[in-house]
């Protein structure tokens, strides 16, 4: 969701990049710096900032990367998440499970309500200048655009007539990517993550994706061991930081 301007002002110094879907939704000048950063190129980065009127930079590192790491604490950025990306082999002859079915337009307003309670463990939340409402908000908004086409596919498990879960799957062609899964916290028993998880197994095999990637926080213990007892293991891990002016 993170949208960001094809092109870049030559005299713009590298790695730095205005967010103007950040920016719109809320509220405050956002702009992204990608590493690797040294210490000598941090006073370039703040004039850029300056001259771009950027209220927050967001800094991606890898966890491995000191010179990154040291110029990202030395020049006042605030270490907001631990980014886990994992991955899968597709298996095959994966079911989909009786509980799972397509998303319909009458889910929407469910999903994205869900979506809202679901993803308190992302850097946005652990980032006290970002208003809980807006991070609610991004998170609803980001499940209901997947549903009217950001992602390729969504999912939904249903009980009792209401959406109990739902998952969105992306074809990212040469491997499948699960964007986003929540389950209500009623139903977090029977085992409906890992059915979602199954759904999006048998739609990327379906595609002849052989590959399954995801990626959730480094606090999210829950989704970690969730994908892990599926059989992800971890690729990388790198760090978001983020520095407000």
Not at 91 to 107: F, K, L, N, T, Y
Not at 224 to 232: A, E, I, K
């Amino acid at each position: 969701m993170h949208s960001a301007s094809p092109t870049l002002d030559k005299k713009m110094p590298p790695r730095c990049e205005f967010l103007a879907w950040d920016t719109d939704f809320f509220g405050v000048r956002i702009g992204r710096i990608h590493g690797p950063m040294a210490e000598e190129d941090a006073a370039a980065v703040f004039d850029w900032c300056k001259k771009e009127r950027i209220q927050c930079a967001y800094l991606l590192a890898a966890s491995d990367d000191d010179t990154t790491v040291h110029a990202a604490e030395n020049s006042g950025f605030h270490l907001t998440d631990v980014r886990v990306a994992l991955e899968c082999p597709t298996p095959q002859g994966i079911v989909m499970p009786p509980i799972i079915r397509a998303v319909h337009e009458a889910d929407v307003a469910e999903i994205s309500e869900l979506a809202s309670r679901s993803h308190s463990d992302s850097r946005f939340y652990h980032d006290a200048h970002f208003a809980r409402e807006r991070c609610d908000a991004l998170y609803a908004t980001w499940a209901e655009k997947s549903c009217h086409g950001y992602a390729d596919a969504v999912f939904v498990a249903e009980r009792q007539g209401r959406v109990a879960g739902y998952i969105t799957c992306h074809n990212d062609k040469v491997s499948g990517r699960i964007g986003l899964i929540g389950v209500a916290e009623w139903a977090r028993s029977g085992g409906l993550g890992r059915d979602l998880i199954h759904a999006s197994f048998h739609y990327f095999a379906q595609l002849q994706l052989n590959l399954v990637t995801v990626v959730t926080q480094g606090r999210n213990t829950g989704a970690q061991r969730l994908y892990q007892r599926n059989g992800f293991a971890v690729r990388t891990l790198e760090l978001w930081y983020h520095r407000w002016f």
